[in-house]
């Protein structure tokens, strides 16, 4: 599937399921961005894995003052976020 743009040819916003398949959803968005792509992931800010350093670093990433918290939900994530704007290379 390309992830170059959406149907209206806009960037694709992309909030990857967070588990250890992570890093196949980051490299898929790295590699898209590296082929025209422009791609805005919202993930956690796993400074510690290899996933953040290869597929994130090299891009554009803005840190989250505080925690994520969705809708009306009670609770904030137990984790920092982070987005990343993937853009070609």
């Known amino acids: ?18 588990g ?3 890093k196949l959803w980051m490299r898929k968005a790295h ?3 590296c082929g025209g ?3 805005v992931c919202v993930v956690p ?4 894995t290899a996933w953040w350093w290869d597929y994130c670093v090299p891009h554009e990433i803005r840190f ?7 809708g ?7 984790f ?5 704007i993937m853009r070609p290379l």
């Open 72 to 78: 009306g939900g009670k609770q904030a994530a137990p």
């Open 20 to 22: 250890k398949d992570m």
């Open 64 to 70: 989250i003052r505080g925690r994520l918290k969705y």
């Open 37 to 39: 792509g422009v791609i």
């Open 1 to 18: 599937m390309d992830w170059t743009k959406d149907a209206d040819g806009n960037a694709i916003f992309l909030n990857p399921p967070y």
């Open 80 to 84: 920092a976020s982070a987005i990343v």
């Open 45 to 48: 800010a796993r400074t510690d």
């Open 31 to 33: 590699l898209e961005s």
